[in-house]
């Protein structure tokens, strides 16, 4: 009876671990079969042992033939285009704010020398009322003796450029008259501020200094010129004190820079008695109306050049750049070229970066040395009063 009893434990034994077996191992092959099937080690090493997510991402070449391979212009496109969207996006303001063009950028000019008369000739002055007025002091006029004679090497063509409508912004006129070439000339505004100072400043520059000569405006109701202008309705009397007043702040000026207005058969009387006015006073007249008719009146003995390119209205990068073209091809066919500009300061950096292009003043001896044989812009500033002709 023991003996059965034993062998029926012993049967229940082994069925129990049999059973326990077949669990086992069916739960082994179940756990087995939901593990994902992996190609290869570089995607089995992805993933952990009790499929978590991946812990590395792992690019693999594409071997399918038929896919377009990408162009490295391409790449590059898109990385600076991401790394573009990636800053901060400017608003428009703050991007015209940071492409203004600033006279800061133009530095400091070297080589400048002052001129001979900083502060006015007491011989060349008169007082008139209130005025002290230029005046010829024998065969010395002021036009000369203010002025500053520059020598040119042969095969060069002279290049006079005068900056108008100069001092009202004073800030700005003191970075031009830093940072450009002591050959500009400057024109003052009859209405900017403390005129005299800004003269005397101009000229320890180096620069030729002038005043503007005011027509009436074409445009009276949009834009007058002002008190200080010639006006159509006010008697020559007038007129003639209003010139006295420009000029009579007893600063060294040389003469005057006639700008765009009405000059016709309507003021004509006036006009030509007021240039008289300046070539009794010894001064010079450039021409900067953009007519021809101021040029064709007779004013005897009057020290006078007509401008060839007024830089007075479109002051676009383009447009500047086209005027500066013409001025070189007026320069090779005349032997010189004369512009009148104002004092913008994308204008002001568009004629510094010219002046930096041309070739330098070379003696046959030294292109010799230096294997020159072309000129490639043979271009020289010069002092506006070194063009005029009495």
């Given at each position: 009876?023991l003996?059965?009893?034993?062998a029926?434990?012993?049967?229940?034994l082994i069925?129990?671990?049999?059973?326990?077996?077949l669990i086992?191992?069916?739960?082994?092959s179940?756990?087995?079969k939901s593990?994902?099937?992996?190609?290869?080690?570089?995607e089995?090493?992805?993933?952990?042992?009790k499929?978590?997510s991946?812990?590395?991402?792992?690019?693999?070449?594409?071997?399918?033939?038929?896919?377009?391979k990408?162009e490295?212009?391409?790449?590059?496109?898109?990385?600076d285009?991401?790394?573009?969207e990636?800053?901060?996006k400017?608003t428009?303001?703050?991007e015209?704010?940071?492409?203004?063009?600033?006279l800061?950028?133009?530095?400091?000019a070297?080589n400048k020398l002052?001129?001979?008369?900083?502060?006015?000739?007491?011989?060349l002055v008169?007082?008139?009322?209130?005025?002290?007025?230029?005046?010829?002091?024998?065969?010395?006029?002021?036009?000369?003796?203010?002025g500053?004679k520059?020598d040119v090497?042969p095969r060069?063509?002279?290049?006079?450029?005068?900056v108008?409508?100069?001092?009202?912004?004073q800030?700005?006129a003191?970075?031009?008259a830093?940072?450009?070439?002591d050959?500009v000339s400057?024109s003052?505004s009859?209405y900017?501020?403390?005129i005299?100072?800004q003269?005397?400043?101009?000229?320890?520059?180096?620069?030729e200094?002038?005043?503007d000569?005011?027509?009436?405006?074409?445009?009276?109701l949009?834009s007058?010129s002002?008190p200080?202008?010639?006006?159509?309705?006010?008697?020559l009397?007038?007129?003639k004190n209003r010139?006295?007043?420009?000029?009579?702040?007893?600063?060294?000026i040389?003469?005057?820079?006639?700008s765009q207005?009405i000059?016709?058969e309507?003021?004509?009387?006036?006009?030509?008695?007021?240039?008289?006015?300046?070539?009794a006073r010894?001064l010079?007249?450039?021409?900067?109306?953009?007519e021809?008719?101021?040029?064709?009146m007779?004013i005897?003995?009057?020290a006078r050049?007509?401008?060839?390119i007024?830089?007075?209205?479109?002051f676009?990068?383009d447009s500047?750049?086209?005027k500066l073209?013409?001025a070189?091809?007026?320069?090779?066919?005349t032997?010189k070229?004369?512009i009148v500009t104002?004092?913008k300061p994308?204008?002001i950096?568009a004629?510094n970066?010219?002046?930096?292009?041309?070739?330098?003043q070379?003696s046959y001896?030294?292109?010799?040395?230096?294997?020159?044989?072309e000129i490639e812009?043979p271009?020289?500033?010069?002092?506006i009063?070194?063009?005029?002709?009495?």
């Amino acid at each position: 009876m023991l003996k059965r009893l034993f062998a029926i434990k012993y049967l229940l034994l082994i069925g129990l671990l049999t059973i326990g077996g077949l669990i086992f191992l069916g739960y082994f092959s179940a756990n087995k079969k939901s593990e994902p099937k992996y190609r290869s080690k570089i995607e089995q090493i992805m993933y952990d042992t009790k499929n978590k997510s991946p812990k590395y991402v792992i690019t693999l070449p594409d071997r399918n033939p038929k896919t377009k391979k990408a162009e490295p212009e391409k790449i590059v496109a898109e990385v600076d285009k991401n790394k573009t969207e990636k800053k901060e996006k400017l608003t428009p303001l703050q991007e015209a704010m940071q492409n203004l063009p600033h006279l800061g950028a133009l530095g400091k000019a070297t080589n400048k020398l002052p001129l001979n008369y900083i502060e006015p000739d007491s011989n060349l002055v008169e007082n008139v009322g209130k005025f002290f007025l230029p005046k010829i002091d024998g065969t010395k006029k002021p036009w000369e003796a203010y002025g500053k004679k520059v020598d040119v090497m042969p095969r060069f063509f002279k290049v006079a450029v005068v900056v108008k409508n100069y001092g009202v912004n004073q800030a700005n006129a003191a970075l031009i008259a830093d940072g450009l070439p002591d050959e500009v000339s400057f024109s003052f505004s009859p209405y900017a501020l403390n005129i005299k100072d800004q003269v005397v400043y101009a000229r320890n520059m180096g620069h030729e200094t002038y005043m503007d000569f005011l027509l009436p405006s074409k445009d009276y109701l949009k834009s007058d010129s002002g008190p200080l202008s010639m006006s159509l309705t006010a008697s020559l009397e007038e007129n003639k004190n209003r010139l006295y007043q420009v000029l009579g702040g007893n600063f060294a000026i040389g003469g005057m820079i006639v700008s765009q207005g009405i000059a016709d058969e309507s003021n004509v009387e006036q006009l030509s008695k007021l240039l008289t006015e300046l070539q009794a006073r010894g001064l010079l007249m450039v021409d900067a109306s953009g007519e021809d008719f101021i040029n064709n009146m007779k004013i005897d003995n009057l020290a006078r050049v007509k401008a060839d390119i007024l830089i007075e209205d479109d002051f676009s990068k383009d447009s500047v750049a086209n005027k500066l073209a013409e001025a070189e091809n007026i320069a090779r066919e005349t032997g010189k070229v004369i512009i009148v500009t104002e004092p913008k300061p994308s204008v002001i950096l568009a004629l510094n970066g010219w002046f930096k292009s041309f070739s330098p003043q070379l003696s046959y001896e030294q292109m010799k040395e230096q294997n020159i044989t072309e000129i490639e812009k043979p271009f020289a500033l010069v002092p506006i009063s070194n063009l005029v002709v009495e």
